[in-house]
């Protein structure tokens, strides 16, 4: 399905789970436990798991707020990929790191929904990759002050939108936590 030759493998991709990114996030702890489940369920059946890590001003590389929760923890030779735009494929070797692990689908956690997850997704999509959304376990902070959705909606509508993306020879869904298997 994927467009993309000789890429049969599936990837998790754990996006921006970063103390100073989640603080204040919508269901900050039901997000990172399922995202653990999906770090373990990837971890048993073999799948590569890829951490992506933002940087810039407000976040600054080697601070406290930059370092993953320590619920999540990346292990050797899991790949960590360093960022500082939104599209985690952006001025990153995601695309490389990808390669050569063989995949051509990614199933995408983490945050900040409406910046970092809508990014990717579509960058991943447009690059030729199958992409699911982990319906429950990506998150968003509290916008809502200047102007945004709340929270809740945000997600909701993400979630909506991307079930139903199309793109030629690739695929888009979403799927909760549960339900995501890391075999073709």
């Known amino acids: 399905m994927t ?12 996006i921006d789970v ?12 039901s997000v990172i436990a399922n995202i653990g489940m999906l770090v373990d369920k990837a971890r048993e059946a073999g799948a590569p798991i890829v951490w992506v890590q933002h940087s810039d001003e407000q976040l600054e590389k080697g601070s406290d707020a930059w370092k993953y929760v320590p619920e999540l923890a990346r292990q050797e030779p899991e790949p960590l990929v360093h960022k500082t735009f939104a599209d985690s494929f952006e001025d990153t070797d995601l695309e490389d790191v990808l390669a050569r692990a063989g995949v051509g689908r990614l199933v995408v956690t983490g945050a900040q929904t409406d910046e970092c997850i809508r990014s990717t997704i ?8 199958d992409v699911t959304l982990v319906g429950d376990a990506h998150t968003t902070e509290d916008q809502s002050a200047w102007g945004a959705p709340t ?34």
């Open 3 to 14: 467009t993309l030759p000789d890429r049969p493998n599936t990837a998790l991709m754990v």
């Open 18 to 29: 970063q103390m100073g990114v989640v603080a204040d996030v919508h269901q900050r702890d």
């Open 122 to 129: 579509h960058g991943a999509i447009v690059r030729g990759y």
């Open 151 to 184: 929270p809740d909606k945000v997600i909701a509508h993400t979630n909506l939108y991307w079930k139903y993306h199309t793109a030629p020879g690739r695929t888009a869904q979403v799927t909760d936590a549960k339900d995501v298997t890391f075999t073709a």
